[in-house]
């Protein structure tokens, strides 16, 4: 707050500056009104957009001088305790050594899937009851206070003593008591508060979830997943499974009059039945796996993992049993869905929301042994469309995203344009038809037999119920859907959707993700093949429109987005301002997001850097406000995972911006290692880094790089990658030419610039410059943790 003796109002370079620094430091500027008598905006007041202050208004004062006041008002709410009761069973008082006995005496004989999932929840239910019965409680719902134990509380009660004993006499000698209980308090308790919360902070580590929930619970923060306002709760979750539903409905009986997709035929070769699997595949399948549990789970995950020894055989057998006889258990293909909000500040209506399944442990279990198995089969004689980078070994966001930037930078160094439309499409997952899917299975994939009849199992018949705030819904039959939240869902979308790449015309390039698809069309910006150019993608739209209607798939147009990628000379050129796709006319854009990077039509990433300075900004401030009571490994866990993530995600396609964009990235980084080392803004961030052993910005990107490098070197990346990489061959054998063993060709290009930007270009260029104990490296963490003692010596080398 203050006189910053700039002319807010004004719509200067400046200003526009200014603006653009505020909002990439998650800061907010609320003055609207004039502040000087001649009638310009020079006082401002700036907060922290997740600063915690609720700010009612900002208003014009009196004049008390050529300035006027400023008043600003806020409110500060009282955290409202409510109670509830809860039921659960108390686990950590449970004799463990007799349940392990117990379990080890677990014996199910059945032979029949149905029949033995039933003998197994019901004994294990038994044994709970007996080692671990249901209790009942009520519980105060308010903020955790881990380090308010019986010390601090019997420190506290000292502290009230002593201060009443000071208030009723007023003698010295007892406010010196007074005072040294209470100093005495306040030590322990911060000194309690700094440990407890370190050592949470330290065992999330690598999980970002957790970390950020953490933080978000100490900061005050706002519920991240709010409902819609509703006059009866307890109806909510019947109002949300209508709405998710009748959605599904509408769809459908929209697309009813279409013929079903007929999958062509491919000769590959046969899967019929899932082999076994042996204890130890089975042990790390279930290690593997996350550590999370719902209400479906008759054993929470945390303790099933905790006798993972004596559970082992019989949940083998329950695996080999389903996957052997094609039968998929009936009970666990019930999922409780929750609604999760798809983006922080929309408005609260059903439309908003994802419907997330949850499923058993076990189910999910099951669904990975059978994903392992068929994963084997689809590598072994890749099956999969080479541009699809979801759910794949190998392939990321990042590795589709390095991909489709080369092509549009290699377009703008041939002085061509891209022409690029993003599909969007509704509730994809939720209208999968069964039976189609088993076509594309059994005629593209090979999968036949009794695999085939497990599958078809697993997907049919399937119900849900919707849960929301421990409130549920009736249940519901679900026809169509693969579930979201589940382990082989998302792969079955793959292979359903991995037919569109069979339509599209040689002269269109498409990239997918999951349900995210983006066409692109390159040409040369003369009047004629621009319009061709549109026109070949109109005509590739229409063409993946009847794909997706014969598929009993929702394109969404309203949210399906054109853009125009180029130089801004070849795009000078250009006279398309629009697209019609199937009747719908969509407006070119300036700046798309996809992938979650953000894709402005001349590739120099400005949006981009803005929207992550101010996405880790924001992070940052919530990390500030609770510093003092974090060591400093903690405090470097918090920013690396919920700041410095931000800054290095798809930064592989940062390579080559201007200083002046790539130094806004770098000031964040600067203050997160002041943070983290508890150092003034003033102290060098050269030092900051240098002691955390940190590289800049710059060298992040041009390590990522190589990162790729070295999995397309030992073939650890997509094809796609690996494609736009040639060995160097040397046309003569000379003993100099040794030297180009194991580098690769840099293309040849008459102008640099947007050559040296792409992956293909400055790949292996960087790649060549490295030496043979770097590029020889025996694994991935070896080669990185060479590459970064060589960049960390080269940056500090003068330091």
């Given amino acids: 707050m203050g006189d910053f003796n700039l002319h807010i109002e004004e719509n200067s370079n400046a200003i526009s500056e200014f603006n653009n620094s505020l909002d990439a430091l998650g800061l907010i ?15 401002l007041v700036i907060t922290e957009f997740t600063n915690g202050v609720d700010l009612v208004s900002c ?25 509830k009761s809860i039921s659960f ?16 005496k677990l014996s199910l004989d059945s ?26 409680k009520t519980q105060i719902c308010r903020a955790p206070k881990p380090w308010f134990n019986e010390t601090i509380m019997s420190l506290k009660r000292l502290m009230r003593k002593s201060e009443r004993l000071w208030r009723k006499h007023r003698k010295p000698c007892d406010y010196e008591i007074y005072k040294s209980s209470m100093n005495k308090y306040h030590h322990e308790l911060r000194n309690e508060k700094h440990s407890i919360l370190s050592q949470k902070v330290l065992s999330f580590k690598g999980d970002s979830k957790k970390l950020y929930k953490f933080v978000k619970d100490l900061t005050g923060s706002k519920a991240e997943n709010p409902m819609p306002a509703v006059e009866n709760e307890n109806e909510l979750p019947d109002k949300f499974a209508d709405f998710f539903m009748n959605k599904i409905k509408t769809i459908r009986d929209s697309l009813r009059d279409f013929d079903d997709y007929k999958p062509l035929f491919k000769d590959v070769p046969l899967f019929t039945s899932f082999k076994n699997l042996s204890e130890d595949e089975v042990k790390t399948i279930i ?21 993972l020894s004596e559970l082992l055989p019989v949940i083998t057998k329950l695996v080999n049993l389903s996957l052997s006889q094609g039968v998929f258990p009936l009970r666990w293909k019930q999922a409780v869905v929750r609604p999760l909000l798809k983006k922080a500040g929309l408005e609260l209506i059903y439309s908003n929301y994802r419907p997330v399944s949850n499923l058993s442990f076990l189910s999910k279990l099951i669904e990975k042994c059978a994903l392992y198995r068929l994963n084997e ?49 509704s509730a994809a997952f939720d209208t999968v038809d069964h039976s189609i899917l088993i076509k594309v299975l059994e005629y593209q994939y090979g999968v036949n037999g009794t695999a085939l009849k497990w599958i078809d199992s697993y997907l049919r018949p399937r119900s849900c119920r919707v849960n929301v705030s421990s409130t549920t819904s009736s249940e519901r039959q679900l026809e169509c859907s693969v579930p979201q939240g589940s382990c082989l869902g998302p792969w079955l979308y793959l292979v359903y959707a991995g037919t569109l790449f069979d339509i599209i015309p040689p002269s269109i390039t498409v990239y997918g993700f999951a349900d995210d698809h983006t066409a692109n069309k390159r040409f040369v910006p003369t009047l004629t093949n621009e319009m061709d150019a549109i026109r070949d993608l109109q005509d590739c739209a229409v063409h993946i429109n009847t794909w997706m209607n014969s598929n009993k798939l929702k394109m969404n147009n309203a949210k399906t987005e054109f853009i125009l990628f180029g130089s801004r000379q070849q795009l000078s050129k250009c006279q398309t301002k629009e697209i019609i796709i199937c009747g719908d006319v969509i407006k070119s854009k300036t700046c798309i997001r996809y992938l979650g990077a953000f894709l402005d039509e001349t590739l ?9 300075c101010k996405t880790a900004m924001m992070n940052y401030y919530k990390i500030k406000c609770i510093r003092s009571y974090l060591s400093k490994e903690a405090t470097e ?4 995972s919920l700041v410095i993530s931000h800054l290095d995600y798809c930064n592989v396609i940062l390579f080559g911006i201007s200083q002046t964009d790539l130094y806004k990235l770098q000031r964040v980084q600067n203050m997160c290692a002041k943070l983290v080392l508890n150092r003034s803004k003033y102290d060098s961030a050269k030092q900051a880094l240098f002691d955390l052993h940190w590289l800049p910005i710059k060298a992040r990107i041009t390590f990522k790089i190589l990162t790729y490098m070295y999995n397309c070197h030992v073939g650890n990346a997509p094809s796609y990658l690996i494609n736009l990489l040639n060995p160097q061959v040397s046309k003569r054998s000379l003993r100099s030419s040794e030297s180009s063993i194991g580098c690769y060709a840099v293309p040849y290009n008459k102008k640099k610039t947007f050559s040296d930007r792409s992956f293909s270009t400055i790949g292996p260029k960087l790649w060549n410059e490295l030496g043979t104990n770097v590029k020889n490296s025996e694994s991935l963490d070896t080669f990185k943790c060479r590459l970064k003692t060589l960049y960390f010596e080269n940056y500090f080398e003068l330091f």
Avoid: W
Avoid at 112 to 120: A, I, K, L, S, Y
Avoid at 122 to 136: F, R, V, W
Avoid at 604 to 612: E, P
Avoid at 637 to 640: A, K, W
């Fill in 287 to 307: 290690n593997k796996l996350q550590c999370k549990s719902c209400e479906l789970d008759i054993l929470p995950t945390k303790v099933l993992k905790s006798f």
């Fill in 89 to 104: 069973r108390n686990f950590k008082n449970m004799n463990k050594q007799n349940f392990s006995e117990d379990l080890q």
């Fill in 29 to 43: 500027q609320h003055v609207d009104f004039p502040t000087h008598i001649h009638g310009r905006s020079l006082d």
């Fill in 111 to 136: 032979d029949n899937v149905e029949t033995f999932v039933g003998e197994f929840e019901n004994t294990i239910e038994s044994l709970l009851n007996t080692h671990a019965p249901m209790q009942e």
């Fill in 377 to 425: 089969h689809v590598k072994d004689h890749d099956l999969l469309p080479i541009n699809q980078s979801a759910y794949r070994q190998f392939h990321s966001c990042e590795s589709a995203l390095l991909r489709l930037v080369n092509d549009i930078l290699d377009g703008m160094e041939h002085q061509e344009v891209t022409a690029m439309i993003a599909v969007d499409l």
């Fill in 637 to 640: 866990t918090l920013v690396l």
């Fill in 604 to 612: 120099n990433f400005k949006d981009h850097i803005t929207k992550k």
């Fill in 59 to 83: 208003e014009a004062g009196p004049f008390l001088s050529d300035h006027c006041a400023v008043k600003v008002t806020t409110r500060v709410q009282k955290e409202n305790i409510v109670s």
